[in-house]
């Protein structure tokens, strides 16, 4: 049995045991396992750590551990340049991209309100999300722990709210995101960036009331949806300013 001291910091805590938080505590492994592998058997997924400390040097997920190693391991700084301290991914993300699994449908839509590319499908697997979120690079947002844990799954975030609006909130917080937010230029429906488009080309797609009052139309470049500022514009401004505040 390998004997190693182990402390997590921050929100990582909210995946341990009570009585191992916001404290270094004691923990034995078969063998010399990986940190990777020694951090997940505590409840927290790799893809929520940026930093791991092995003695107080920066190491990647496939140190193994040795007897009497002090571990010590910190979430994601997203929001801050931490090159020097990286081993465990090429560099934080300084443009976000998301995937979001079957259950955080209102959240997806809720960041894309915020012009931020949210990929989101139901019929996804596991497996999928795993897949799409490596392969493009984005950050997998499950509340799914085991998810969190495949291998091949970099970068991943599990919202600990139940509501979407409040998710919206943590999550802007989370990654630094008012800075980034493009509001309102992205299908809500599909994902797809909404561009400018003159009233002549979209005025057979509206209905007739919206055509003689409406001038301002924006069309997304993937579904064709057209948008303007109808009777619900005023409630998404409103719903954007409010998160936004909360968020900051």
Same mark, same amino acid.
């Given at each position: 049995m390998t004997r190693l001291t182990l402390r997590a910091y921050q929100e990582l805590n909210d995946f341990l045991h009570p009585s191992r938080r916001g404290k270094e505590f004691e923990i034995g492994v078969n063998g010399t396992p990986s940190v990777k592998d020694v951090v997940e058997s505590v409840g927290v997924p790799h893809t929520e750590v940026d930093v791991i400390l092995v003695n107080g040097e920066s190491v990647d997920f496939g140190r193994l551990v040795r007897e009497g190693d002090r571990?010590?391991? +910190?979430?994601?700084? %997203?929001?801050?340049?931490?090159?020097?301290?990286?081993?465990?991914?090429?560099?934080?993300? *300084?443009?976000?991209?998301?995937?979001?699994?079957?259950?955080?449908?209102?959240?997806?839509? +809720?960041?894309?309100?915020?012009?931020?590319?949210?990929?989101?499908?139901? /019929?996804?697997?596991?497996?999928?999300?795993?897949?799409?979120?490596? *392969?493009? /690079?984005?950050?997998?947002?499950?509340?799914?722990?085991?998810?969190?844990?495949? !291998? %091949?799954?970099?970068?991943?975030y599990c919202p600990r709210e139940d509501h979407p609006r409040r998710q919206l909130v943590e999550v802007i917080r989370r990654f630094d995101l008012l800075g980034a937010a493009q509001p309102l230029t992205r299908c809500i429906a599909c994902n797809g960036e909404l561009r400018a488009v003159p009233k002549a080309e979209v005025i057979a797609?509206?209905?007739?009331?919206?055509?003689? !009052?409406?001038?301002?139309?924006?069309?997304?470049?993937?579904?064709?949806?057209? +948008?303007?500022?109808?009777?619900?514009?005023? *409630?998404?401004?409103?719903?954007?300013?409010?998160?936004?505040?909360?968020?900051?």
């Amino acid at each position: 049995m390998t004997r190693l001291t182990l402390r997590a910091y921050q929100e990582l805590n909210d995946f341990l045991h009570p009585s191992r938080r916001g404290k270094e505590f004691e923990i034995g492994v078969n063998g010399t396992p990986s940190v990777k592998d020694v951090v997940e058997s505590v409840g927290v997924p790799h893809t929520e750590v940026d930093v791991i400390l092995v003695n107080g040097e920066s190491v990647d997920f496939g140190r193994l551990v040795r007897e009497g190693d002090r571990l010590a391991v +910190y979430p994601q700084f %997203e929001s801050l340049d931490i090159t020097s301290l990286l081993r465990l991914r090429p560099a934080p993300l *300084r443009q976000p991209r998301f995937a979001l699994d079957g259950h955080l449908g209102r959240l997806a839509g +809720y960041l894309r309100l915020f012009g931020f590319d949210c990929l989101y499908q139901t /019929e996804w697997d596991d497996a999928a999300l795993a897949s799409v979120s490596a *392969r493009e /690079e984005r950050i997998l947002l499950t509340r799914d722990r085991g998810l969190l844990k495949r !291998t %091949e799954v970099t970068r991943g975030y599990c919202p600990r709210e139940d509501h979407p609006r409040r998710q919206l909130v943590e999550v802007i917080r989370r990654f630094d995101l008012l800075g980034a937010a493009q509001p309102l230029t992205r299908c809500i429906a599909c994902n797809g960036e909404l561009r400018a488009v003159p009233k002549a080309e979209v005025i057979a797609q509206v209905p007739d009331d919206v055509a003689e !009052t409406r001038d301002v139309f924006t069309r997304c470049r993937s579904c064709r949806r057209v +948008y303007w500022e109808g009777s619900h514009f005023a *409630r998404l401004i409103a719903l954007i300013e409010a998160a936004a505040g909360d968020a900051a």
